[in-house]
Nanobody
Framework: QVRMVESGGGVVQAGGSLRLSCEAS????????MAWFRQAPGKGRGFIAR????????VYADSVKGRFTISRDNAKNTVYLQMNGLKHEDTAVYYC??????????????????WGQGTRVTVSS
């Protein structure tokens, strides 16, 4: 059974930083693109960032571009999300996701086969 475990969430003041981690058990991790999504209270789950299997390509939502950085360590089966300059509107549950290969747009939830359980980030203003 595939397991993906996020960590690093918490409460932080506006302007602060957090680093999220997601460790995956899937043996094909090093071959798959990975992404982060988030779901704010009362809203749907939206795309944040994506990284290719070899970290050569990254894509970000406009709302986080220049503040968040996605990275990965294939030797540790782990993907990271460094979040700087946090704003109140970044408050959400953050999910990592693994793309086993699909025809869907990379920013679509449908492109991802495996999901973590989520880690909560709260930014106090």
């Amino acid at each position: 059974q595939v397991r993906m475990v996020e960590s690093g969430g918490g409460v932080v003041q506006a302007g602060g930083s957090l680093r999220l981690s997601c460790e995956a058990s899937e043996r094909t991790f090093s071959l798959d693109a990975m992404a982060w999504f988030r779901q704010a209270p009362g809203k749907g789950r939206g795309f944040i960032a994506r990284i290719s299997w070899n970290a050569a390509n990254t894509v970000y939502a406009d709302s986080v571009k220049g503040r968040f950085t996605i990275s990965r360590d294939n030797a540790k089966n782990t993907v990271y999300l460094q979040m700087n300059g946090l704003k109140h509107e970044d408050t959400a549950v953050y999910y990592c996701a693994q793309d086993r290969g699909s025809a869907y747009l990379p920013t679509s939830r449908d492109a991802y086969s495996y999901w973590g359980q989520g880690t909560r980030v709260t930014v106090s203003s």
